[in-house]
């Protein structure tokens, strides 16, 4: 029987974020993209969420390598966390590999991997499996797609990408690359859905230059501009219209700092001579003089603009008259936090910019047209929408179906779920372990959907502790019960129930005493039974509630 070609997704689907696929074909796997997301509102306490790597540590040895398709974090940000566990050779193009070689630094991880290079155009052969990196535009530089050749055929796999035809730097994607793949027949078309639901065609990086130069014209004031501090382009564009008006361009924030060494270092930004100074050096300049470039574009909570926006900023304050442009659209789930921040500055009379002003944002990926465009180009056999919510999902199917997709060479797929792919065949049979992980701190995965459950509660409801000391002789009650509670209610106005919940537990042991009961467990229970029953009649709220026996 022939070897199937089997595509497994840790990441990607049905979710923004931690994008991850793994392609399998006899003893060989490789590992397209390594990417972490970021917690929703009710995931308290965590900093970042990750695939979970059960299948590829139980393979761990017929992983060839990891291919990277660009440096974002929802693409490269868990690769730390599998290294741990997995030690394979990462193949990415130079900036990808130097954002990897940064955060490989700070995991102390560096001197163990091997960290490849290559350029689009290049091929890798690794097993089975042959990996070609083809030229894509996208909002980070040197981002790449992937055709992935097998035994059975071809499979394309687009990574995040748009058709910019008039890009900053490193020319536009490589349609032609992309036509003879097609002319040649590919297997499978895996692409980014995360556009599918705009119309049209996503607006060039270098539309955004002409409202930088209308802002930067004739300003007297500071100017201040946040963006992705993985935007390199967009970062281009300032300091080169900062240059253009003799402004001195500062840099504040520790991911942007990064980004821009690499860049600089790569030769993906060019700085004018003399135009960066230090940010302790600005104050020294006169208001006109002065470009400030800074993270925080999302609202984030110890970002370099909330910072300055709260006044906790060491180096720069925001003032009167400064003029703060904001240069990125908002994450979903983020516009509270950036609302906030924006309000901070109208409370101290600064001039906000956005994108309702003008142009100051383009996209990153592809809209409908152009993902029409890539279709009719690699005329796939078979179509797997991939990075997106359901919704995404499905209006890429029916996207593709407009172009002339047979829907019943469509897969949509979910995480954990194996694709089998042969010459002529596709579906979906059977699952692998897959889901979230939670980092926080320094644990990994130790934070499961119980213990969130309960700073859930917590956060909610807040907490009672009943505290009594009982006689390990005859179990009678020695002190108490004391009741403490936290993120309930406030105790000094509250001191009438707080005396009720008193009596409650006290009852509760009296009621235990008269049926002989003498298993500190059971006592327990029925402590906070009566205590729970009690505070719900009382005022409709269910906090936790945490009897505590001491023995004496």
Not at 35 to 42: E, I
Not at 201 to 223: H, M, P, Q, W
Not at 312 to 341: C, F
Not at 433 to 459: E, I, N, Q, W
């Amino acid at each position: 029987m022939a070897e199937k070609l089997k595509i497994i997704s840790l990441g990607g689907l049905n979710e923004i974020g931690k994008n991850l696929t793994v392609y399998e074909y006899g003893g060989d796997i490789i590992v397209v993209d390594v990417g972490m997301g970021f917690p929703d509102d009710d995931m308290y306490g965590i900093d970042v969420v990750i695939p979970d790597f059960t299948y590829l540590i139980k393979n761990k040895d017929k992983i060839r390598g990891i291919f990277l398709t660009h440096g974002h974090e929802d693409h490269i940000g868990s690769i730390p966390y599998l290294l741990r566990s997995v030690n394979v050779p990462i193949y990415a193009t130079r900036m990808t590999a130097g954002l990897v070689k940064l955060k490989l630094e700070e995991h102390r991880l560096l001197d163990k991997t091997k960290l490849i290079t290559c350029e689009a155009g290049e091929v890798v052969k690794l097993g089975k499996f042959s990996v070609e990196f083809i030229h894509v535009n996208h909002s980070i530089a040197d981002a790449v797609a992937f055709a992935i050749k097998t035994p059975i055929g071809t499979v394309v796999h687009t990574g995040d990408f748009k058709i910019d035809p008039t890009p900053i730097q490193g020319g536009m994607t490589d349609l032609a690359r992309l036509g003879e793949l097609g002319k040649k027949g590919v297997l499978a078309l895996l692409a980014d859905s995360t556009n599918v639901e705009r119309p049209g065609f996503t607006k060039s990086e270098r539309s955004v230059g002409a409202s930088f130069d209308a802002l930067f014209r004739g300003c007297d004031n500071r100017i201040i501009v946040t963006t992705f501090a993985s935007n390199v382009d967009r970062i281009q564009q300032v300091i080169s219209v900062a240059a253009k008006y003799g402004r001195k361009v500062a840099v504040t924030g520790r991911s942007m700092e990064n980004a821009m060494k690499v860049s600089v270092e790569l030769g993906y930004m060019k700085i004018p001579d003399g135009v960066l100074v230090d940010v302790n050096h600005i104050k020294s300049l006169p208001d006109n003089k002065v470009c400030i470039i800074t993270t925080g574009s999302q609202g984030e909570t110890m970002s370099a603009l909330t910072r300055m926006a709260f006044n906790t900023h060491k180096q720069v304050e925001i003032r009167a008259g400064d003029r703060v442009i904001l240069s990125a659209s908002a994450i979903p789930g983020n516009e509270h936090a950036i609302g906030n921040v924006i309000n901070e500055l109208f409370r101290k009379d600064a001039e906000v910019i956005n994108e309702r002003s003008g142009p100051l944002h383009v996209s990153g990926h592809a809209c409908q047209e152009e993902l029409k465009i890539i279709h009719a180009l690699v005329r796939p056999k078979f179509f797997i929408p991939v990075h997106g919510e359901q919704r995404m999902l499905k209006t890429h199917a029916k996207l593709a179906q407009e172009v002339g997709m047979d829907p019943r060479r469509i897969l949509i797929s979910d995480i954990g779920k194996v694709i089998e792919l042969t010459q002529n065949s596709a579906k979906i049979n059977g699952t692998v372990p897959a889901g979230k992980v939670f980092v926080d701190g320094y644990g990994v995965g130790d934070v499961g959907s119980v213990v969130l459950r309960d700073r859930k509660h917590l956060a909610e409801d807040g907490m009672i502790v009943a505290v009594v000391s009982m006689s390990s002789e005859d179990g009678s009650v020695v002190s108490g019960p004391d009741i403490i509670t936290r993120g309930f209610v406030y105790v000094k106005e509250s001191e009438g129930l707080m005396e009720e919940l008193r009596r409650v537990a006290v009852n509760a042991l009296e009621s235990c005493q008269q049926e002989h009961c003498t298993d500190w467990a059971a006592i327990k229970a029925e402590m906070k039974n009566d205590l729970s029953n009690f505070l719900y009649k009382k005022t409709k709220r269910n906090p936790m509630i945490l009897p505590v026996i001491m023995e004496v």
